[in-house]
């Protein structure tokens, strides 16, 4: 080794470190699942904008479960995963749950070569009913009277619709839960009347709309 050598500064010399895992940066550049980025997500809907929460990360270890309201803190994808679980097949089988969206994830993409995190966005916006009805007693009568929905039940309905019919397509069937969550989205985000979770929302409107 020369004397330059020994003379040299490390730490002059050692390379910058990354940054850490836990770090702003580090969370902003990370990819949904490993593969989608959900930096770029556009909302058409302002209403439920500030309760679509998108962020890279599909589990939570419940740290959100004991607090009101918080729910719309966690990401979209983690709460779509939670609503599949709410089945007799899949209840608190996370990791399955993950795999179905995971797969539904890559179907989709595949069909219609867009960020599958955007078509989910658009889903929950076009399956979110604005309007629904609730049953008023009036002298022992019980009446149907049409409310507004609030943005938050809005995107928790349009989460339900889907997972909905998620169960009803592929329950008994050879279609698999991807396949059949894959359709839901697509279906929704193209506002195809003929997907269960867009007919449940229309027919939630019109109900609400003969009751005004």
């Given amino acids: 080794m020369s004397d330059a050598d020994q003379d040299a500064d490390p730490e002059t ?38 309760y679509m929460n998108v962020t890279p990360i599909a589990h939570t270890m419940g740290r959100h479960a004991s607090k009101q309201f918080q729910k719309s803190e966690i990401s979209l994808v983690e709460r779509l995963i939670n609503r599949l679980m709410q089945t007799e097949e899949n209840t608190g089988k996370k990791q399955q749950a993950q795999r179905i969206v995971r797969d539904a994830f890559d179907i989709v ?65 050879t279609t698999s839960a991807s396949e059949a969550l894959a359709d839901q989205l697509i279906g929704a985000a193209r506002y195809d009347v003929q997907t269960y979770s867009i007919s449940q929302k229309e027919e939630t409107e019109r109900v609400a709309a003969a009751a005004r």
């Fill in 13 to 50: 010399e050692a390379p910058e470190p990354d940054a850490p895992a836990d770090s702003e940066e580090a969370v902003e550049n990370a990819l949904l699942f490993g593969v989608w980025d959900v930096s770029e997500i556009e909302y058409s809907d302002p209403s439920t904008r500030t």
């Fill in 109 to 173: 993409h595949s069909r219609t070569d867009d960020n599958p995190v955007q078509t989910l966005v658009e889903a929950v916006e076009n399956a979110a009913p604005r309007e629904e009805t609730v049953r008023l007693k009036y002298g022992g009568i019980s009446v149907p009277k049409a409310v507004d929905v609030a943005p938050q039940r809005r995107v928790d309905q349009g989460l339900k619709f889907i997972a909905q019919g998620v169960q009803g397509a592929s329950y008994k069937t």
